[in-house]
């Protein structure tokens, strides 16, 4: 059985338009994530030769961050707490500010480079423009449907309740 529009059973046809309505504003609100790095007291986190990219977001270490001769690039802030230490032989680059109040240890090189801008990147899930007019389009086709679908009852659904009998 189908999904029940007030008490009738939708038909295959509209199972599908609904499923697809849905799968569209569904794929419009995912969005590719982004966090900052927060390395909490106690905590450690080894780039070793690794790479870490944070896609313009904030580094916060107050455990320890040891970048081996690994890269971590495409930091907007970085704030090094009381308790963090950034160790290691391994290159930070970043973008916004340092604010350090612990230890970075001199065989870390920090770079101050131009990746991020003049902002941090802290995406807020929206819709693009195309996106914007393929729902705009798709709500003024299901406007227009319903519409339709109610003149429709209308002018023929309420001969097929006529249920009056002539008394001769």
Known sequence: MGVLAR?????ARGRLAVFALTAVVASTVCVPAAADLLIPQNGKTLVNQGLI???CTDLSVNGELNTGTGTVRKVFNITVGPTGLVSGNGVISYSGT????GTIQPGVTLVVSTDCGLQPQHPIPTL???ML???AGLLFGLAIGVLLL???RKTHGSRSHDHRTSAH
């Open 7 to 11: 008490g009738r059973a939708l038909s």
């Open 53 to 55: 990219d944070l896609a």
């Open 98 to 101: 340092l604010t350090n109040n």
């Open 128 to 130: 693009s423009n195309w």
């Open 133 to 135: 007019v393929v729902l």
């Open 150 to 152: 109610g003149l429709w």
